[in-house]
């Protein structure tokens, strides 16, 4: 820790601690140690770059009994670097929960792969600092660019910068659009788009509600937004219309109401193509697009893993309402299926 | 007060809320895994339903009644549901007998109700006939594996069928006089189709249809078994405690 730079423009007493009174354990200060000494070659090009901001960046940096890759604690800000390992299904669920611990201290967390350190730092780091700037709250910003100033209100909230997809990885392909209207650049339905393409899916956490078509859009005259169920009785519902008012309020917009819609009823052909990889590198067959019609008979499935057709149904219900169960015969798996529907 | 419209989303939100009920009390139960998690889904669905059928009442009825306010805070007399739903589960065929009566038939009504004058229970309908079409499928697969299976499980099979069977006719409104109020579509339209359907599945698991029964009813006037009041007992037992308790 020993990095911070002299004219960093909070009191010593800060740097040692995490604002809000959280000490960290042992644990994870021995773990912090360790990982320093082992970064990926990303991690190491993005921290050269992130200390020349002089944004107070701390690098393995301790929050309760985790460790953030980069934390940048005044803007409540935890960046994470991901290894090819953070596909898995096993480890996703693991990141989201720590995600949902973060959120609950207050951070936002945003992820990059270690690729997108390594190859594409200049842009990563141009991203990281924005989201510091808009979140520092303006006072405190004594001395930095008067940007600050304009805060999260006048600007598109923090994370909404245009390409961040869902989980704030950079992405080649432009988001799906949200159904209806679009009212062009900065607009409430795009800032408030890209508040929503940062809520995951309760339930299968690799997609986000946005991915999976339950947003509707999102008017003005009263602001709103229409969310539909997947199905009728998904316990999710609940969860995801919680979700979505803390993000929402979280980015200052306590003024968009959240419409349940039930008609047209919801299917999987809305469920976006970036969200069926998604589904697949997560270890769920998608749903194949066009197949909601003849939902019943669903004939085929591809299975994931080894991505043989040569696969069979075991149970038409599954983990969730919107799963059914299948086996390949190839390689022995049991997987998901997402159900059409 | 009692106005058909009230009246049909409260019948439709009752049949789901306890069929719902009574699936739910095979978790944990179900003779497989892969059972346990289907029945548990079916009842998903039908809680789903109940919550907006009767979510739809309370607004209709506008005294400030919500879903778990009807479902909770009513007793045996004030429920609209058919008799069938009620039944106890019995054995698992009896289970899957029941299922399959009630499930064909909710496929067809939803089916007709979808394109209902009134957009709210179109809407709940439009939606849950999709999932209910797995309902159903899932039955008439268990219908003919039992009925196709062993002596066993076939005899269990017939039997089920035989006792569920007599709750049918009230799906129909054959136990009621002309002119009741009360799903807004002409219910024995319905039954030609779902004829064609029982009949299909019984042929393909080898079974003959029960002999006809003179249909018992009084489930939508509020007359039910003592099952009822049984189920009632345990639903709502929180809320007959812990009046008005929350989450």
Redesign the interface.
């Known amino acids: 820790m020993g990095e911070s730079p002299a004219d960093a423009p909070f009191p010593p007493s800060k740097r040692k601690r995490v604002e809000d009174g959280d000490t960290y354990g042992a644990r994870a200060l021995t773990a912090a140690q360790r990982s320093r000494k082992n970064q990926t070659v990303g991690e190491r090009k993005l921290w050269e770059a992130l200390r020349k901001l002089k944004l107070n960046i701390r690098r393995q940096a301790p929050i309760g009994d985790y460790v953030a890759d980069f934390a940048c604690h005044s803007a409540r800000l935890v960046v994470e670097v991901d290894g090819y390992y953070h596909t898995l299904p096993a480890r996703q669920l693991r990141d989201a929960a720590r995600d949902a611990w973060l959120r609950s201290k207050g951070y936002r967390v945003v992820r990059f792969t270690d690729r997108e350190a390594e190859l594409r730092t200049d842009e990563v780091v141009e991203k990281i600092e924005r989201m510091i700037l808009r979140a520092l709250p303006p006072r405190r910003g004594k001395g930095w660019d008067g940007g600050v100033e304009t805060g999260v209100q006048a600007e598109p909230p923090f994370g909404a910068g245009a390409d961040l997809g869902s989980s704030g990885h950079l992405s080649d392909t432009p988001p799906t659009p949200a159904h209806p209207p679009s009212r062009g650049k900065g607009g409430l339905n795009d800032r408030v788009m890209s508040v929503l393409r940062d809520v995951p899916d309760p339930e299968i956490p690799a997609v986000t509600i946005v991915d999976l078509g339950i947003i509707r859009g999102v008017y003005e005259n009263p602001p709103r937004v229409l969310i539909t169920?997947t199905?009728?009785?998904?316990?999710a519902t609940i969860a995801i219309q919680g979700m979505i008012r803390k993000a929402l309020d979280e980015a200052g917009f306590k003024q968009v109401d959240i419409v349940t819609v039930?008609?047209?009823?919801?299917t999987t052909d809305w469920i976006s193509e970036e969200g069926r990889e998604k589904l697949r590198a997560y270890g769920i067959a998608p749903p194949p697009k066009g197949a909601a019609s003849h939902?019943?008979k669903a004939d085929t499935a591809e299975c994931p893993r080894c991505a043989s057709t040569h696969t069979e149904e075991?149970?038409?219900?599954?983990?969730t309402?919107c799963k059914a169960?299948w086996r390949c015969l190839d390689c022995l798996e049991p997987f998901d299926r997402f159900?059409c529907? | 007060m009692s106005t058909p419209a009230f009246e049909t989303a409260l019948r439709l939100g009752d049949d789901a809320l306890i069929l719902?009920q009574r699936l739910g009390e095979w978790c944990g139960h179900a003779p497989t895994l892969?059972?346990d998690?289907?029945l548990?889904?079916?009842g998903?669905?039908?809680?789903?339903?109940a919550?907006?059928f009767l979510g739809y009442a309370g607004e209709l009825e506008g005294a400030g009644r919500d879903a778990d306010r009807l479902a909770f805070h009513r007793d045996v007399l004030d429920f609209r549901n058919c008799l069938l739903v009620e039944q106890p589960n019995g054995d698992f065929a009896q289970t899957i007998a029941r299922q399959f009566l009630f499930s064909t038939w909710q496929e067809l009504l939803f089916g007709e109700l979808a394109g209902s004058r009134d957009?709210s229970i179109?809407?709940?309908a439009?939606?849950?006939v999709?999932?209910v079409?797995?309902h159903a499928?899932?039955a008439s697969d268990w219908v003919v594996r039992l009925g196709d299976g062993t002596e066993e499980s076939r005899s269990r099979m017939v039997d089920g069928l035989g006792w569920m069977w007599r709750f049918t006719g009230e799906l129909f409104g054959e136990d009621r006089k002309a002119g009741d109020r009360g799903f807004g579509i002409d219910l024995a339209a319905l039954r030609p189709a779902w004829d064609a359907r029982i009949d299909s599945v019984l042929a393909e698991a080898g079974l003959d249809r029960p002999a006809p029964h003179r249909p018992t009813g009084g489930g939508r006037d509020g007359h039910h078994s003592e099952h009822l009041g049984h189920l009632l007992a345990q639903m709502q037992f929180l809320q007959r405690t812990y009046p008005d308790a929350v989450w």
């Not at chain 2, 998903?44 to 339903?49: A, N, P, W």
């Open positions: 169920p199905y009728t009785g998904c316990p039930i008609d047209p009823a919801w939902s019943l075991i149970s038409r219900f599954g983990s309402p169960q159900k529907h | 719902g892969e059972i998690l289907a548990a889904n079916l998903l669905d039908l809680i789903g339903q919550q907006h957009e179109a809407g709940v439009k939606k849950a999709k999932e079409a797995y499928s899932f």
